[in-house]
């Protein structure tokens, strides 16, 4: 009960943060109108921001509940070491560089969902912030776990993942060091979800990285 | 506000980015950036002197910005906005040397007066910077001219002392020099590189003299409309020259002595307990002995301040500092005024067995004016008479040693500059309110500080002294 509490009072925490933010554009721009009234360069921009930063807060909040409104896609038997590896040759060439996957001999088949596996694959590699952190270099490595299901791990080098914890990391708006959009993690964890898998934090957060298991 | 102050806004939110350059472009450089760490790199370079930061920030979060900038001294006012409400987050932030921390929503106005705030001090800090740089030279020892035993006894007590923090008690007529010995003791010290400061606790209310000292909360009072930092707090680990020391009431100074106790305070309307290692410099024209004696101040206080006394005779009782000052304040304003003035030797003489009742500063006045006002080459004693008669004719005359001194000497020249009119008008008020300055101030309706301010200008010295 304490930790669904903490969760949840993380969730509203992150997500008045992230409100908050455009709000005080909004409010700023009309009370700076209120300071240099007639300027019509002024009314032009405040007009253009309210506009902006009403649409970023409707977008913040649609990020949310879009996660909701996934389906699941048709599954398929396929190998996953080749789905990987489209995946990360389709990167610009200079993240394509940092990122190396590792398969084992014989590759792994399964039935998946695809397009699940590539929205998680974009979300968590595409997405990530390669500028902001500049010496970050990826494994992403293929395993088969104990209950003999495969699984994808997703090992960072290079960057810090000072504060993330195994309950809270993907909740929305909790991170933004790694990844700029704020809810990528969460549509991961909503994605992973909704097709059975399971998504956490390398070894509890002892090496830096996530972990799928299909 | 000033388009030369530079600031930096630290925000990922495009939105916020441009508010505040919008609110704050009209009277300042502004610059931003969106990632945490490359705040540093761009302090570095363009010298920000305000930096606006966002605390949840990609690549590098914003308390960890500050700390940098705490360890490096980097040197820059930091106000924290963040759409957090945490409270933790916002001690840590000040206990890292942020200004102040806003939590968004914001108001526009609101943060517009902290600003004016920062502007304020800023403006104060680099006065001291000028002053620093003008007088980096011109505060060492040597260009305090003294060759008498008084004041070289004064020299050698202030240099042992010079790099402790012990306090020092000047004490001494008006005009004999207390604020330049109390800088002399700051750029001297190894507290150079840090603020000094002064407050004359006779000429600010003695209501707000808290506040001055002490610093204020936000709505401590009406009219605290912000957060204001005190003397104490500005000058820590340098100097704080308190002038006229006898004028601090007595529940002034029970804090005072309370901080050189304790070394800690609080603002006026907070709890917060500040630390300070100020080096307190005192100065006083009245006895403040008497004044313990008459119960109007606080023993313990005397004896806190009393440290290191520093007794600076009349400018008549170390006649044999004349001739260097003489030197000196020629010197210095013919290279002001681009002149090349000299005082012959009978004007010298009379010069140095004069009385000066207004001790050095009128002895500067009047060498100021002979370079200003000097058609020749060269000065004589008639010019040097005529001006000390218009000076102050009510003063006593020279000293014995010039006889021919004594008569009544027509006017040198007919030049009767604004400022020689303007003096004997104030004498002649003064004289007429008996010497009462309210009521004199009332009449020529200007303040009473304004009054002492041309007193101490033109070097009047009252001789019937009202008592306050
Ligand atoms: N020893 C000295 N060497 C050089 N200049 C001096 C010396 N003493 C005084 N002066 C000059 O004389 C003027 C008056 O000195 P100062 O302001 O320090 O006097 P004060 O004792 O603080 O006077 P008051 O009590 O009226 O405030 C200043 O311009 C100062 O530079
Ligand atoms: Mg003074």
Redesign the pocket.
């Known amino acids: 009960m304490e930790g669904e509490y903490l969760i949840i009072e993380r969730l509203v925490r992150n997500i008045s943060h992230e409100i908050k933010n455009p709000l005080t554009a909004i409010k700023g721009y009309a009370q700076l109108l209120g300071l240099k009234p007639g300027d019509p360069e002024l009314v032009e921009k405040t007009r253009k921001m309210v506009v902006e930063n009403a649409d970023l807060i409707d977008e913040r909040l649609h990020a949310l509940y879009a996660v909701f409104e996934l389906t699941p896609g048709e599954k398929a038997d396929i190998d996953i070491a080749g789905t990987v590896g489209e995946f990360v040759r389709s990167l610009d060439d200079d993240i394509m560089a940092r990122v190396s996957h590792i398969n084992p001999p014989g590759g792994v088949n399964a039935v998946l969902e695809r397009r699940g596996i590539l929205r998680a694959l974009h979300l968590l590699v595409g997405r990530f912030d390669w500028k902001g952190n500049g010496g970050a270099s990826l494994t992403i490595s293929l395993r088969e776990t104990e209950e003999g299901k495969p699984g994808l791990d997703f090992e960072f080098f290079g960057v810090s993942f000072e504060g993330m914890k195994g309950e809270t990391f993907f909740l929305p708006y909790s991170e933004k060091k790694l990844y700029r959009g704020g809810t990528e993690l969460f549509e991961v964890f909503a994605t992973a979800r909704m097709n059975g898998w399971r998504f956490g934090l390398l070894d509890g957060g002892a090496r830096r990285g996530f972990y799928l298991v299909f | 506000m000033d388009e030369e102050y530079k600031i930096l806004v630290a925000d990922d939110e495009a939105g916020i980015r441009d508010l505040l350059r919008d609110l704050l472009s009209g009277s300042f450089n502004v610059d931003t950036v969106e990632r945490g760490d490359e705040v540093l790199d761009r302090i570095a370079r363009d010298r920000h002197d305000i930096l606006i930061l966002d605390l949840q920030l990609p690549g590098m979060n914003g308390i960890d910005v500050l700390r940098v900038i705490s360890e490096k001294k980097v040197r820059v006012v930091v106000v924290v906005i963040t759409a957090s409400n945490n409270v933790e987050t916002a001690i840590t932030a000040m206990k890292l040397g942020a200004y102040d921390y806003i939590v968004k929503p914001f108001d526009a106005e609101k943060f517009l007066v902290i600003v004016k705030n920062i502007v304020e001090r800023l403006e104060l800090e680099r006065e001291v910077d000028t002053l620093r740089e003008q007088v980096g030279e011109k505060f060492r020892f040597v ?4 060759k008498s035993q008084a ?1 070289l006894k004064i020299f050698s007590t202030l240099e042992r002392v010079i790099d402790t923090d012990s306090t020092i008690l000047i004490s ?1 007529d ?7 010995i109390a800088k002399a003791v700051h750029y001297n010290s190894n507290r150079k590189q840090y603020p000094f400061r002064s407050l004359d606790c006779s000429t600010i209310p003695r209501d707000l003299i808290g506040s001055e000292l002490f610093g204020h909360e936000k709505g401590a009072f009406t009219g605290a409309v912000s957060r204001k930092i005190g003397k104490f707090e500005v000058s820590s680990k340098g100097t704080l020259f308190l ?1 006229e020391i006898g004028n601090l009431s007595i529940d002034m100074q029970a804090k005072l002595l309370r901080v050189l106790q304790e070394k800690e305070f609080e603002r006026v309307g907070g709890n917060q307990i500040i630390k300070v290692n100020t080096r307190i410099v005192a ?1 006083t ?1 009245r006895d403040l002995r008497e004044l313990v004696k008459q119960n109007r101040f606080r023993e313990d206080l005397y004896y806190r301040l009393n440290v290191v006394p520093v007794y ?1 005779p009349l400018l008549k009782e170390r006649k044999e500092d004349i001739p260097l000052f003489i030197d ?1 304040f020629l010197k210095k304003y013919n290279t002001e005024f681009g002149r090349s003035l000299n005082i012959d030797i009978k004007a010298r003489m009379f010069l140095t067995n004069y009385q000066w009742p207004g001790n ?2 009128q002895l ?1 006045n009047v060498i100021k004016r002979l370079v200003l006002l000097s058609t020749e080459k060269v000065v004589g004693p008639d010019q040097v008479k005529a001006l000390l008669e218009f000076e102050d004719p009510a003063a006593p005359g020279p000293g014995d040693g010039d006889l021919e001194a004594q008569g009544t000497l027509p006017a040198g020249g007919d030049i009767v500059s604004m400022d020689e009119m303007e003096k004997a008008y104030l004498e002649r008020a003064l004289e007429h309110f008996d010497f009462n300055i309210s009521s004199t101030a009332k009449a020529l309706k200007i303040s009473r500080k304004t009054i002492h301010n041309k007193l ?1 200008r033109y070097g009047i010295v009252i001789h019937k002294t009202t008592v306050v």
């Open positions: 260009n305090v001219i003294g004041m001494g008006s005009g004999t020099g207390k604020e330049i002038d100065a024209n600076l000196h050095v500063r500067e101490k």
